[in-house]
């Protein structure tokens, strides 16, 4: 039966504190950005599809309201059929992931016909806290339709 000496034991205790120093902040940082890739890509899409709206028919798609109309708490939810089947959802051929696939945010768009506001709301630790992220997009006069640089967001870490 082999012992391990004191040095021996140091140096594997040293190796093991070396690796958890480099993974953990790797993990946490991979964890953080995962919570961002669903509202940042949704409103990604809802901007390029008002956009190409607006292209087509002169004017922003009418507005849609929180769709599901409270977000998930705490946990990610599949959406029960004909949620996102709103003429402005389809219009703009919008679903935040595929048909049964559980989601964490609830997502909205209001239009004014030259302008429009896109939201993004999530719960995700359901402490009634809601993350928010936005995008805005308008139609300059006499010029082609576009979305504003830049995303508002409020309580990302909620």
Do not use: C
């Not at 190409?52 to 599949?78: C, I, M, N, Q």
């Not at 995008?135 to 508002?152: D, F, H, K, N, S």
């Amino acid at each position: 039966m082999h012992r391990f000496t004191p040095v021996e034991l140091a140096v594997g205790i040293a190796l093991f504190g070396s690796v958890l120093a480099v993974a953990v902040p790797a993990f946490v940082r991979e964890l953080h950005a995962s919570r961002f890739v669903e509202p940042v890509e949704g409103l990604t899409r809802i901007g390029k599809g008002a956009v190409a709206y607006a292209e087509a028919h002169g004017r922003f798609p009418d507005s849609a309201p929180l769709t599901p109309r409270t977000p998930p708490r705490g946990h990610k939810e599949v959406d029960p059929p004909g949620t996102w089947d709103g003429p402005t959802w389809s219009a703009l051929g919008f679903r935040p992931v595929a048909d049964g696939v559980p989601h964490a945010y609830a997502f909205s768009l209001d239009g004014t016909g030259n302008a429009f506001v896109a939201q993004a709301h999530g719960d995700l630790d359901g402490d009634g806290i809601l993350s928010t992220f936005e995008i805005r997009g308008y139609a300059p006069l006499g010029e082609a339709p576009l979305v504003m640089p830049g995303m508002y967001i409020e309580s990302e870490l909620e």
